[in-house]
DNA sequence: TACTTGATGTCATCGAGTGACATCGGAGGT
DNA sequence: ACCTCCGATGTCACTCGATGACATCAAGTA
């Protein structure tokens, strides 16, 4: 056993996500998250580069995933059906965890700050999109428009599953929502 | 004459712009700004809520011009028809602007922080364009699908303009985008 | 034992942002 | 012409987010 408790880290995430749910992101201080967690506000910035960090941890993941996805694709799929095999693989990510998907939706939402920080992490999906689809050897233009409007159909079928039923399957929901696209703009 | 120079706000608008593409956002601090402003620091937040605000200061014209475009559009137009004509209001306001857009797109683009801030504002034209679509008569799910679309438009046609040849005309490159979205989706 | 390593604590400091109060020129009323 | 109120700004003090420099100490290793 070390010198202190291990998993910093994840405490803290969990001590953010709970005084933001009760205080609010603007009533916590750094401060009391380290509290909680039993360290210096010092080390909260250790782990994370700011205050809004500590609730996007697992946005690299998810974002390697998607785009493994997304190059692993069959070489002949046209654009737009590499991108559902993404946005699928993606559901699978989340599929067990709608109840925090829910709780954490919740913090962000009622905080712009925190709308902020998601809405980048958005672009940077947007971004290795179109990179991963140039790869593929789709025309530059094409790869960012239709990369644009995968992240598009993304954030309307992630907020219509954690509003919806709770037994719906966030892959048919993803489904579903290309299906309305592809209606919308016929 | 009053007892200031008048104007405050734009002589703040104007040091800041140039002090972010001179120094970057992160070596320039809000004293900095005010200073060339003639100002305090004090002065500068009584007139932008924070330092990324002064250079989102259109931003609420922007959006009355494309929701009223939108909202205005013909009774039986069909969604994407309606976010087309509010593209094209929006194409107007910028038509003048080409090169003052592009110093600023730097300038935004070359900072993390100001992109998170560019993000909102364009979530927020996604809830506003949603609710008046809605407002026409639309079906929610599918007002928040073409209003999130139709902003993926937006982005990626400002980003072709700008990064595009001199000559092109904003408005054209709009139309552009929504006939490869088109084809894409087909 | 002695040395190194890594995670954390401590201390000092800068800059963003805010509240409270002071200042003073100008507009409008008398 | 005088007075009063108002609004934009200045001044001061303070909290909090964020960072650099240096100290500490348990555990692993030679």
């Known amino acids: 056993m070390g010198r202190w ?9 969990e001590a953010a996500m709970a005084l933001y749910a009760e ?3 603007d009533g916590t201080t750094v401060a009391d998250i380290a509290d909680r967690a039993g360290v210096t506000a010092r080390t909260f910035f250790r782990h994370f580069v700011d205050k809004r960090e500590v609730l996007f941890a697992g946005s690299e993941e998810l974002q390697r ?24 693989a993606a559901a699978e990510l989340f599929a067990d965890r ?3 998907s829910r709780r954490r939706q919740a913090v962000i939402a009622a ?5 902020e920080r998601e809405f980048i992490k958005m ?3 947007v ?7 140039r790869q593929r050897g789709v025309e530059p ?7 644009e409007t995968g992240i598009a159909v993304f954030r309307v079928a992630f907020e219509r599953w954690v509003t919806g039923p709770e037994d719906a399957d966030l892959a048919d929901v993803m489904r579903g929502t290309l299906a309305d696209l592809s209606e919308l703009t016929a």
Chains 1, 2 share one sequence.
């Open 98 to 100: 709608r109840d925090h």
């Open 141 to 147: 233009d094409t790869a960012s428009l239709a990369a």
């Open 23 to 25: 205080q609010g992101f």
């Open 111 to 115: 905080t712009p700050e925190l709308r």
């Open 123 to 125: 672009a940077s999906l």
């Open 5 to 13: 408790e291990p998993d910093a880290a994840g405490r803290l995430r």
């Open 127 to 133: 971004t290795a999109f179109t990179e991963a689809l």
């Open 65 to 88: 995933r998607m785009v493994d996805a997304l190059t692993g694709a069959p070489r002949d799929a046209e654009p737009m059906d590499a991108i559902t095999i993404a946005l699928l």
